[in-house]
């Protein structure tokens, strides 16, 4: 992914919309965050949320360029929480629950 979609011209336009951050889980050094937030597999992706430093939303393996936008997406309404919109909430919810590691 880091060659073919990172690199990815369309993906200029969502640079600020989150920070990002990439973590070496053999070194060391990153011990302390991977304590803070375990990866189940990699490549894995976490959101996590600036209020409150949990996960709000996770995924496992790569993702093209579409999918990582619609990705995005998903990540910054379960960001954002409650929409007003019931799908959209509970769907936002379900993603909190699982970047959480919280069965329903």
């Known amino acids: 992914m880091?060659?073919?979609?990172?690199?990815?011209?369309?993906?200029?336009?969502?640079?600020?919309?989150?920070?990002?951050l990439s973590i070496d889980v053999e070194q060391a050094k990153n011990a302390a965050f991977l304590q803070k937030f375990p990866?189940?597999?990699?490549?894995?992706?976490?959101?996590?949320?600036?209020?409150?430093?949990?996960?709000?939303?996770?995924?496992?393996g790569t993702a093209d360029v579409a999918q990582l936008i619609r990705r995005l997406d998903d990540?910054?309404?379960?960001?954002?929480?409650?929409?007003?919109?019931?799908?959209?909430?509970?769907i936002a919810e379900a993603d909190r629950l699982y970047g959480a590691d919280k069965k329903i």
């Open 2 to 20: 880091r060659a073919h979609v990172f690199t990815d011209a369309s993906l200029a336009e969502h640079a600020g919309r989150f920070a990002w």
């Open 39 to 60: 990866w189940e597999a990699i490549p894995a992706f976490l959101v996590i949320d600036p209020a409150n430093e949990s996960v709000a939303y996770k995924w496992l």
């Open 75 to 90: 990540a910054e309404r379960a960001v954002r929480g409650p929409s007003g919109d019931p799908a959209s909430t509970a």
